[in-house]
């Protein structure tokens, strides 16, 4: 077991926890959520440092907490109210706590991917030493922005971490039927990146590769590419229509990440009560924060609007 194997199996499973509370609400609004795809982003967030910068796409909310980011603050954002990280106005698409590394998300797929070559840049020019992750989707492989980023990162050798969470749907549309690469790692590898695919679904995995791949940018090497092999448990959205057969759902939720790292871990039934505890408790305190919180007032609907 490696020091913080325990660590990372209680952060997925309090995203899990989160996500699920907020689902269970009627005003839960459009979301994006994680389930099956939370090794990803703790693995991600444990490959970082408080000098490094986070941005995702629009499945932001795992990363976001993942990252350190205040999950009241995160789930009264998520419901519209004034004790959001935004103050309730950016919502899950443009989700952003820079001071806690997350510099933010982006709901156009594929959108925040040169934003992050420029936050790099930033970060190359200051000689900070910290570096810049961009978490995207495989639907963003298709992006002609992430090709020109990686083409850029390449030249100026930036400080820049790609990772692509391939759940292997966009929306309905399978990776199969949509990009053309064997492997989607295959696409950094054009450009000179030391690129690798490996297993999303397994925590300790994840961070160690991550890790790796953190190193080397951080050391100067320029940047790296990894994609994660994950599964999406839910459908696209809050919203969409699930399109996968029964038993193909079903064979997924035996690879969920969080019970895979159970398994590992050996836990015994008491200690997983604990663990099932510790994050139902996390998500209620969540909920009670952005549940004392108001909404704007309508005095405030021209507030920061240029």
């Not at 706590?97 to 933010?104: L, V």
């Not at 940018?217 to 919203?239: M, Q, Y």
């Not at 969080?258 to 994050?279: F, H």
Request: proline share 4%; with cysteine.
């Amino acid at each position: 077991m490696t020091p913080n194997a325990l660590d990372m199996l209680r952060a997925m499973a309090r995203i899990r926890a989160f996500e699920t509370a907020l689902s269970e609400r009627k005003d839960h609004g459009f979301q994006l959520l994680s389930s099956g795809e939370e090794a990803v982003a703790v693995g991600l967030a444990s490959a970082l440092t408080e000098r490094d910068q986070l941005l995702t796409g629009g499945r932001s909310i795992g990363p976001a907490i993942a990252r350190g980011v205040d999950p009241r603050a995160v789930m009264a954002e998520l419901l519209g109210k004034t004790a959001g990280v935004n103050g309730g106005r950016a919502g899950r698409g443009h989700l952003s706590d820079p001071a806690s590394g997350f510099f933010g998300a982006h709901a156009v797929v594929g959108g925040n991917i040169s934003i992050a070559a420029g936050v790099a840049l930033a970060k190359q020019m200051d000689g900070d030493g910290g570096i810049v992750a961009i978490l995207f989707g495989d639907g963003a492989c298709g992006a002609g922005a992430l090709h020109e980023t990686l083409n850029i990162a390449a030249k100026w050798k930036l400080p820049l971490l790609f990772v692509c969470n391939n759940n292997q749907w966009s929306v309905s549309t399978s990776r199969e039927d949509a990009l053309a690469p064997a492997r989607l790692s295959d696409l950094g590898k054009t450009f000179g990146l030391p690129s690798r695919t490996i297993d999303g679904l397994d925590v300790e995995a994840v961070a160690a590769a991550l890790g790796e791949a953190a190193q080397s940018v951080r050391r100067g090497e320029g940047p790296a590419f990894v994609e994660c092999i994950s599964i999406r448990l839910r459908s696209h959205s809050t919203t969409a229509r699930e399109t996968r057969k029964r038993d193909e759902l079903a064979e997924l939720r035996t690879r969920c990440p969080i019970r895979r790292q159970i398994a590992r871990l050996g836990l015994d039934d008491d200690a997983v009560e604990a663990l099932e505890r510790d994050a139902a408790d996390f998500a209620a305190a969540a909920l009670a924060f952005a549940e004392a919180s108001p909404y704007p007032s309508a005095a405030e609907v021209l507030t920061d609007v240029g």
